[in-house]
């Protein structure tokens, strides 16, 4: 073989290479998550140019209220979404054809007391009973926190329809104490310090450490047809979630700096907690205990198919 043929075949291989490992033109890709460090792995791919390398053009946003997130998957305003587990089967128990194509947060038995419920100043609460007939807000009736709140309650013993609930994001809670118009929030790191810091409440209630669970949290879906049409393109972008998970896990300093520019908190505040255990691998199995719990709480009309929930 000449020089310039092995230099022609070196050529080839290394395009194949890349080939094999990126899509050929960038993809526009719009992802959406709420203002947590649960999307984290997203971030950091964005932000280290992992979604680059692997041949997508990922613009990740910030929606403020998480049941939000499926109809902006639906309406195609987003391709892929982070709803929390609640939110997402709700939806696809109502009929959204939405599927999950990777793992972005779990539940950490070591960490869930970052999660709180957070008591305005001068609102006594000492024990579940006392949250009957208060002003509660959460971050999305049916995501994440109301759903896991609920069940903490009837573990407890009170009836979560004693409770009013109202939305409230995560950005807005603190000046919702402030001003009276909650007496309790439901929130998760940084913003407990913030509104500690702010004086405006303090910690009530540990009700996800007192459930010690490991389930998921949030995780990356799509629509069914998108994903299926768009095969290279989920490839891709799960990639992307495996190799910046780890960094998540690993690298602190790293996944502060996303979560702080994502949510535009403080850097300083945000180094304070650690984020969610990002883990990228997820089972339809995995979402059977949210099943079961959105069931008790009368939240879903049928039983979602464990085996259809994520994409192969």
Request: charged content about 20%; some cysteine.
């Amino acid at each position: 073989m000449t020089l310039r043929g092995l230099s022609l075949l070196v050529a080839a291989s290394a395009l194949t290479l890349v080939a094999d490992t990126a899509l050929a033109d960038p993809f526009k890709l719009k992802i959406a998550c709420t203002a947590t460090s649960d999307c984290a792995s997203a971030m950091v791919a964005r932000d280290q140019g992992i979604f680059a390398k692997h041949g997508l053009d990922a613009d990740v946003a910030l929606i403020g209220i998480n049941t939000n997130i499926p109809p902006a998957i639906v309406s195609d305003s987003i391709q892929i979404g982070g709803p929390t587990s609640p939110v997402f089967l709700q939806a696809v128990d109502g009929g959204l054809d939405l599927v999950a194509v990777a793992g972005a947060s779990v539940m950490d038995p070591a960490e869930s007391k970052t999660i709180a419920a957070v008591a305005r100043t001068g609102v006594v609460i000492k024990e579940p009973k006392d949250f009957v007939g208060k002003k509660v807000g959460a971050p999305g009736i049916g995501a994440f926190l109301h759903v896991l709140f609920r069940k903490w309650l009837i573990e407890k013993g009170v009836d979560p329809k004693s409770v009013n609930f109202v939305e409230v994001t995560f950005p807005t809670m603190n000046d919702a104490l402030k001003s009276g118009s909650v007496d309790a929030v439901l929130t998760a790191e940084p913003f407990v310090t913030r509104i500690k810091a702010a004086g405006n409440g303090d910690v009530a209630a540990l009700y996800a450490a007192d459930l010690a669970r490991a389930d998921p949290i949030i995780f990356y879906a799509a629509s069914r047809k998108f994903a299926e049409a768009h095969p290279d393109v989920i490839k891709a972008f799960r990639d992307s979630i495996a190799e910046a998970a780890p960094i998540v896990n690993s690298d602190r300093e790293a996944a502060s700096q996303s979560i702080a520019k994502f949510t535009k908190m403080p850097i300083d505040l945000v180094r304070l907690t650690k984020p969610d255990l990002a883990k990228p691998d997820l089972k339809g199995s995995d979402l059977a205990w949210w099943i079961e719990t959105m069931k008790q709480q009368d939240m879903l009309q049928g039983t979602p198919d464990l085996d259809k929930l994520v994409l192969p």
